[in-house]
C-alpha cells in the first residue's frame, strides 16, 4: 500500500485501520512524498493494523511520514521498518 504524491501538490494523508497487509514483495505500507517539506507531503495514520510477512513492513520516502496509533501488530517483516511515530493527538501531545 503506497500513499504517493507528487512536487507542488496539495500533501496526501491516509488513515488505515483495522488492516492486514501481508505477503508483499517490497513495503507493506509507505508513505512517499516528493518534496522536502509543506506541499507535495505525504503522511499515513495506522492504527489497529497488522502489517506481516512483506520485504519491509513500513517505511517512508521524500517528505512521507508513517504515524502510529501505537496499537498496531508489526512483526514477522524481514525488516519490520519501526518504531513508527506517535500519532500526534489534541494540542500536538503524542498519544500514547
Known sequence: ???????????????????????????????????????GSSIVTLGGSTVFANLTGVGASGSGVVQSFKNNMISGNVSDGTPLTAFPGPGGAPLQ
Do not use: F, L
Not at 491516509?14 to 522536502?36: C, D, E, L, M
Open 1 to 39: 500500500m503506497t500513499v504517493k504524491t507528487v512536487a507542488a501538490a496539495s500533501p496526501v494523508r491516509a488513515t488505515v485501520t483495522n488492516t492486514t497487509v501481508s505477503s508483499n514483495a517490497g513495503v507493506g505500507v509507505n508513505a512517499n512524498g516528493a518534496a522536502a517539506s509543506g506541499a
